[in-house]
């Protein structure tokens, strides 16, 4: 798929985050907007999926270890079909399949419930130990939070995979440098990331824009050719990426746009959808 194609659906996938946080009232769009472009990437070029079989037992499985960011995955999942785009709007309601945090039994498209930070890439590297263990040939793809990776687990997941020689396994940080309290670097700082899971092992791929297509791309190719190792991805992302007043502010990390704040962030983003349709 050609990048404008994927940076139109990522803008279209920011606007699903944007409505189903303020239909719903809450939620975290912060980091969901920082991750579009790998959420649109992994769903619409990287990975190996049928929408029409979610199940399917050769498909490549992914994991949102930073469950919060739940609004960005639905949105790309609807968008690519997994479930209509209008179910967004019952984002965290009674009896939705939609709730705060990714749930395996009742969202399509979901290979793993998550929102304890730190467990997600366990149960990823599970489930790329299983492929190995079985001869199987589908990828684990699983994305962390750079507060998130403060979690002590995500190092016994990585030493782990490390040292099994996980191949198939790619461990993608959104480093958009906000968490809930402020900087990760004054909270508890991960820096430098790409050396720290080198330590356990893996090939490390920084990226200095993951919110650029033509990166991702380069880096997500460069992690299917090596072998021998995992892959960690340690994407530079901008915090509420699409949406102005919302860029690199920790106080949008778990905040919902009242109805003023979200008639300026659609306008914004109609607006650059419209940009788009005119190169």
Same mark, same amino acid.
């Given at each position: 798929?050609?990048?404008? #194609?994927?940076?139109?659906?990522?803008?279209?996938?920011? /606007?699903?985050?944007?409505?189903?946080? &303020?239909?719903? /009232?809450?939620?975290?769009?912060?980091?969901?907007?920082?991750?579009?472009?790998?959420?649109?990437?992994?769903?619409?070029?990287? $990975?190996?999926?049928?929408?029409?079989?979610? #199940?399917?037992?050769?498909?490549?499985?992914?994991?949102?270890?930073?469950?919060?960011?739940?609004?960005?995955?639905?949105?790309?999942?609807?968008?690519?079909?997994?479930?209509?785009?209008?179910?967004?709007?019952?984002?965290?309601?009674?009896?939705?399949?939609?709730?705060?945090?990714?749930?395996?039994?009742?969202?399509?498209?979901?290979?793993?419930?998550?929102?304890?930070?730190?467990?997600?890439?366990?149960?990823?590297?599970?489930?790329?130990?299983?492929?190995?263990?079985?001869?199987?040939?589908?990828?684990?793809?699983?994305?962390?939070?750079?507060?998130?990776?403060? #979690?002590?687990?995500? +190092?016994?997941?990585?030493?782990?995979?490390?040292?099994?020689?996980?191949?198939?396994?790619?461990?993608?940080?959104?480093?958009?440098?906000?968490?809930?309290?402020?900087?990760?670097?004054?909270?508890?700082?991960?820096?430098?990331?790409?050396?720290?899971?080198?330590?356990?092992?893996? &090939?490390?791929?920084?990226?200095?824009?993951?919110?650029?297509?033509?990166?991702?791309?380069?880096?997500?190719?460069?992690?299917?050719?090596? /072998?021998?190792?995992?892959?960690?991805?340690?994407?530079?992302?901008?915090?509420?990426?699409?949406?102005?007043? $919302?860029?690199?502010?920790?106080? +949008?990390?778990?905040?919902?746009?009242?109805?003023?704040?979200?008639?300026?962030? $659609?306008?914004?983003?109609?607006?650059?959808?419209?940009?788009?349709?005119? /190169?």
């Amino acid at each position: 798929m050609e990048n404008l #194609e994927l940076q139109k659906i990522a803008n279209e996938v920011r /606007k699903g985050i944007i409505m189903s946080v &303020h239909a719903a /009232k809450a939620g975290h769009p912060g980091g969901s907007l920082s991750a579009a472009e790998v959420f649109t990437y992994l769903y619409f070029e990287e $990975m190996n999926i049928e929408p029409k079989e979610p #199940e399917r037992a050769d498909r490549d499985r992914f994991v949102l270890s930073k469950g919060h960011t739940a609004p960005g995955m639905y949105a790309a999942l609807a968008h690519r079909g997994y479930f209509p785009v209008e179910d967004l709007l019952t984002l965290r309601q009674i009896g939705s399949p939609l709730q705060g945090h990714p749930c395996i039994q009742h969202t399509p498209g979901v290979d793993m419930s998550t929102g304890s930070l730190g467990q997600g890439v366990s149960a990823a590297v599970g489930m790329a130990l299983s492929a190995k263990l079985s001869g199987d040939d589908y990828r684990v793809y699983t994305l962390l939070g750079d507060g998130e990776i403060q #979690e002590g687990q995500v +190092w016994e997941a990585a030493m782990f995979a490390g040292h099994r020689k996980l191949d198939n396994l790619v461990v993608i940080v959104d480093n958009n440098g906000l968490q809930i309290d402020g900087k990760v670097e004054e909270v508890c700082s991960p820096y430098p990331i790409g050396e720290k899971f080198k330590a356990f092992n893996f &090939h490390a791929i920084d990226v200095e824009d993951g919110n650029d297509f033509d990166s991702l791309r380069k880096a997500f190719q460069e992690a299917r050719e090596t /072998k021998g190792m995992p892959t960690a991805i340690i994407l530079k992302t901008v915090k509420g990426r699409g949406v102005s007043y $919302m860029e690199n502010i920790a106080g +949008w990390h778990g905040k919902a746009p009242n109805d003023e704040e979200y008639k300026i962030a $659609m306008e914004e983003l109609e607006k650059a959808g419209e940009a788009l349709c005119q /190169k």
